[in-house]
Every structure is written in structure tokens, then in C-alpha cells.
């Protein structure tokens, strides 16, 4: 079982910055792959980047790519998303999810996830 806990959300202009963090517990962090998601009012949560067990895989929606990074620190437990040059559109709950292996893609199965932080982006 892992735990995930997502901060960092809040209140950011167009064309700020960021940094969300996900912090892991239970199995070991090291074994997952790690999946940052997103869900606007009214919309289906869609994928926005993962990473694999080692960080040196990632994988980006096309929306975020150049805009966003996403990063692990085994050692913490922790997996971040920085968002640089934030949109209106980036306006969401972002959800941290874990899989239960040790890759990650945008169609992997995803079976742990936090609860979600707001980012609210305004113009």
C-alpha cells in the first residue's frame, strides 16, 4: 500500500510558477512509478506527467510540455511537478498517483492517489 499527499497548490498569475510536491509512505517509494494528474471543473481528469522508478524516464501531455517538470527525490519519497509559465487552462485539482511497478506512462495503471491541491491560475 502507499500513501500520497499532495501540497504546493494554490493561487498563481498567468505566467508564474509552481512547484506542487507528493509525498509518498508505505512500500517502498523507490519500487513505483509516479503519475501527475489534473481535472477541471466539468472535464475529465486527464494525464499530465509521470516518471519512472529511476526519474530518468518521463513522459509529458503535450499542453505542458517545455512548461512543466517532473522530478523525484527517492531518498525523501517525494516526486514534484514544477509548472513554469502557467496558463488559465492549468486552472485544476491535481492529483499525484502512483503505480504499482516500477515504469509509469501515460496509459500505465495507476492503483494509489492522493487526494488532489488545487492550482487556480489568474489572468
Known amino acids: 500500500q502507499v500513501r500520497l499527499v499532495e501540497s504546493g497548490g494554490g493561487l498563481v498569475q498567468a505566467g508564474g510558477s509552481l512547484r506542487l510536491s507528493c509525498a509518498a509512505s508505505g512500500r517502498s517509494f523507490n519500487n513505483n512509478g509516479m503519475g501527475w494528474f489534473r481535472q477541471a471543473p466539468g472535464q475529465e481528469r486527464e494525464f499530465v506527467a509521470c516518471i519512472d522508478w529511476s526519474g530518468r524516464y518521463t513522459s509529458y501531455t503535450d499542453s505542458v510540455k517545455g512548461r512543466f517538470t517532473i522530478s523525484r527525490d527517492n531518498t525523501k519519497a517525494t516526486v514534484y511537478l514544477l509548472m513554469n509559465s502557467v496558463k488559465n487552462e492549468d486552472t485544476a485539482v491535481y492529483y499525484c498517483?502512483?503505480?504499482?511497478?516500477?515504469?509509469?506512462?501515460?496509459?500505465?495503471?495507476?492503483?494509489?492517489w492522493g487526494q488532489g491541491t488545487q492550482v487556480t491560475v489568474s489572468s
Open positions: 498517483a502512483a503505480t504499482a511497478i516500477a515504469q509509469a506512462g501515460p496509459n500505465s495503471r495507476y492503483d494509489y
